[in-house]
Nanobody, 126 residues
Framework: VQLQASGGGLVQAGGSLRLSCAASGRTFSSRAMGWFRQAPGKEREFVATIRWIGDRTYYADSVKGRFTISRDNARNTVYLQMNSLKPEDTAVYYC????????????????????WGQGTQVTVSS
């Protein structure tokens, strides 16, 4: 599986963006997918994850209620809808594919993932 993230950009505080991550390969639908982000000078942090079948999601507290992760297994794509954006959401956003197939539990750690996209910049101005 290879991952290509897109949809980043510059937006004012309170605005919205939708990130997409297109996957190639045959194993997308059997893997959890996640979004992480890394702000300048900070470590990469977990944002959201969705189970392989798409029936369960989990979010970092900092984005809960504002961001929504979803997936379309027929299109091999995972999305991150980001609403009510804040300047502190500014970061490079990375999508990632889970290392385990058909995993039951939520994948919230970086080492739960073995494939990463190239990142897309999100900048929120105040």
């Amino acid at each position: 599986v290879q991952l290509q993230a897109s949809g980043g950009g510059l937006v004012q505080a309170g605005g919205s963006l939708r990130l997409s991550c297109a996957a190639s390969g045959r194993t997308f639908s059997s893997r959890a997918m996640g979004w992480f982000r890394q702000a300048p000078g900070k470590e990469r942090e977990f944002v959201a994850t969705i189970r392989w079948i798409g029936d369960r999601t989990y979010y970092a507290d900092s984005v809960k209620g504002r961001f929504t992760i979803s997936r379309d297994n027929a299109r091999n794509t995972v999305y991150l809808q980001m609403n009510s954006l804040k300047p502190e959401d500014t970061a490079v956003y990375y999508c990632a594919a889970g290392a385990s197939y058909y995993r039951e539990t939520d994948s919230t750690r970086m080492n739960d993932y073995d494939l990463w996209g190239q990142g897309t910049q999100v900048t929120v101005s105040s």
